[in-house]
């Protein structure tokens, strides 16, 4: 229990700076963990069947009727939902103009569909290095300590870097997950665009089909 107790976490917080920087990371993993679990919910609440949309698509075109009239409007509306919704509502305007259209709500959807990725990436980065400066500054007042206590003994020197080395776990628990979760929700985001691209064009194709069939009768 005594070694435990000596090369254990909670030595490591015995000192100001031990204490703010795991704090600090525990904080920071936290936040990791709660934006993860809302950017699980929000990829689930938006996950569609492309196929429907393009034969509610193509309902709409060939019965002219408008596209369901809650599309786009829910706190959270799938990014192909909207996409479509988009096209629809200005069915009669020129293709090119149509085009730039696509264009812009892709680059808002992407916005949508990267949000947090930031916040990922960041902590993946950054938790390494305020673990490695826990660590650091430990080992400093190891050297400190066994310079005061004028002895050699490697008992006196293990105390302060089992409790260093807590920073650098600390800073990796952060760290990992963080790159996972990167990853993770930048292939969903990427899947998602690239579904969204190739529905854009089959719209458009949908709809200057339609058009060209209707001009030459």
């Not at 000192?15 to 699980?40: E, N």
């Not at 034969?55 to 596209?67: G, I, K, M, P, Q």
């Amino acid at each position: 229990m005594e070694s435990i107790a000596s090369f254990g976490i909670l030595q490591s917080l015995k000192s100001w700076y031990g204490a703010a920087l795991i704090g600090l990371i525990a904080l920071m993993s936290i936040y990791t963990l709660a934006l993860a679990v809302v950017r699980t919910g929000f990829f689930r609440a938006i996950r569609m069947d492309a196929r429907k949309l393009t034969e509610e698509v193509l309902h709409s075109l060939d019965s002219n009727e408008a596209f369901p009239p809650n599309a786009g409007r829910k706190k959270i509306e799938p990014p192909l939902r909207i996409l479509a919704y988009t096209i629809l509502a200005n069915r009669t305007a020129d293709i090119p103009d149509l085009q730039d259209l696509v264009k812009v709500t892709l680059i808002r959807q992407r916005e949508r569909l990267e949000r947090g990725q930031s916040t990922f990436g960041t902590f993946a980065a950054v938790g390494p290095f305020l673990g490695l400066l826990a660590t650091v500054l430990g080992i400093i007042h190891s050297f400190e300590a066994l310079a005061l206590s004028g002895s050699a003994g490697p008992n006196v020197v293990a105390s302060g870097v089992a409790e260093a080395l807590w920073g650098t776990a600390a800073g990796l628990v952060l760290a990992i997950p963080a790159v996972v979760l990167y990853n993770l929700f930048n292939r969903k985001a990427k899947a998602a665009m690239v579904e969204m691209e190739l529905t854009a064009r089959e719209i458009l194709v949908l709809l200057k089909g339609r058009r060209q069939r209707a001009g030459a009768k």
